[in-house]
């Protein structure tokens, strides 16, 4: 009995573990490339949470004109959104070359604004919150014996770990992309001279990341809830930022990391209910951060940032 | 030269525009003011006009609604819901700013709505902002501050209520305690604040009242605001053995419906979310508050006092929601029967529901 209730525990710890890590991967995965380029984003917050917004208003509106791909539409829309937001970031850090704190964090702002605006004249006020059939979770090994529920998965997350990642490293690593994009990033100069167009990489770069960060978010929206509301992001991009100098810009170390706050957050969900000693739930609720800051702490020491880190580049 | 002025023109514009999307919804905010001036403006033309007649007849009130958080967190929600139906039906006229937060912003607020709007009522939540709100409503007697909060009223003016839905939650949870295989219980709350605890507590007395082998255990996810964290800490409750939840924050349902568990909403009716599922809840009314002082100010008689009643099922203002018997499964008709008239005995004042405001335990089992 008490070893059924064991493996219960860990089961639905490790499938937890996974789902909460998801959003955190595609975030991370997105700022890791930004920064790689040598530009800090911190929109990244608010652009998660407009991307959460813009894809489940499409999909309920979507859903409302009772077409099929209505998740799919959302998922599309919030790439979109992202896109146009990494542009933005990249106008202001790239073009203007303006302080990238007070661009990046303009942008959280405006993100957050426009899409609680938007909530608010789209869906009125309401006190029940508007939803949606979200995605459905795969089973793909659901017959698995005692293992089964832990690969009970949303797609998005078979995205993140089997997709994403196997690709976020190779085009860093080993494409003619990514050879300049690490290059934009650490001499921009070098790169200029030897060809490389400094401005089109680190447009096209925080473009696609500022839509990994929107996934992230849309994840959030479409998958796991089903429903929008304001903190559905929480800070969970802050973290993302972290994850990023924990990862030392790697994507590989990036899912350790995001693997790491995912499961200390299930862990600390599960301990509290075990009630095994006397421990304020508050000490458990920052658990998963302060073992965050332990892990910069330890792995973060020596971090080489990328070289053009905050820089922005001039041909002078 | 020319590109280092394009540039600042640039950052300028950036600037205003940070400004003005910057503190959330405020857009609404500014859109609201301005509508209030433009009819403040019509009505103060209008009570001149009347003024040698009598002073009853000037119209609806004029009452504005400051929140600390957003409208669309449950308590707000239920407070601006009760204004807005006033407002509907001619009594009043309703502006309001919400998402204030507890920065400061408060007071500003509303001296400014008491100096430039005067509205005859100002409702809203004090808590983290308690003093300003009692220092502004201080100095502006001549406006009624109607406002929720854990402490007293005050004189001349200031008006406290709360939501007192303990005795509907009791009810939910001798709902939840009869419905139970398993015999455990989750509760996913926001933050221990009293508010909170003593309509947890109450669910777990309810449960513990028809099922004296029940364990109730308790999450809290320490925001008001997390909806993801609470369907994680719900999933987490659901490992641990739970058969039936009950959501005092957003996201809980989703993980009930998801399992195919009975779930209980809070604060407002939430069937409509996943109605397989979600069986009842504790419902907070606002509206024989709002009508209330809505009487008193018309008609020149309010004074500062402690509303608490009218947020009780005795008046009305606290209900359970509607039992759905339509969820998945039925719900046994001696447990209806049960439910309905100790109900009925809280009704008529012969069942007292206890308030208790410390934080519940973990595990009720346990204690």
Redesign the interface.
Known sequence: MIEATFV??LV??LG?TL??ATPLLFATIGELYTERSGVLNLGIEGIMFLGAFVGFAIAAKSAEAELAGYLWLGLGGAIVVGLIMGLLMAF?SVT???NQHV?GL?IT??S???A??G??MIFG?S???P?IE?FAQLSIFGDLPILGPIFEQYLLTYVAFIVLLPLAWWLLYRTNYGLELRSVGENPEAADAAGVNVFRVRYITLALGAALMAIGGAF?SLA????F????I?GRGWVCIALVIFAKWDPIRAMWGALLFGGV??LQ??L????LVDIP??FF?ALPYLVTIAALALAGRNVAYPGAYLKAYRRE | MLRKTFILLLGTILLSLIAACGASPEPVTVVETVVVTEEVEKIVTVEVAVEATTEAESGPLVVFGAYATAIEEPWDGVIHAALNAAQESGQIEYTFSDDIGYSGDMERILREVAEETQPDVIFGDAFGNEEAVRRVAADYPDIAFVFGSGGGPAEPNFSVFDNWIHEPAYLSGMLAGGLTKSNVIGVVGGLPVPEVNRIVNAFIAGAASVNPDVDVKTTFINSWFDPAAAKEAALAQIDAGADVLFAERFGVIEAAAENGLYAFGNMSDQTELAPEYVVSGPVWNMNPTVEYIINQVGGGTYTAQDLKDFSMVAKGGATLADINTAVEGGIPDDLLEQVQAKQQEIVSGLFRVDIDEAQPPTSSAAE
């Open positions: 219960t525990f639905g710890l937890a789902r909460v202001f203007l070359g303006v661009a303009g702002l405006l957050t604004g426009l609680l605006f909530f608010r006020q006190s029940v919150l939803s979200p959030l796991q809830l089903g429903a509301s304001p903190g559905i929480a957050f299930a969900l599960r509290q209910l075990l009630d739930f508050e609720l």
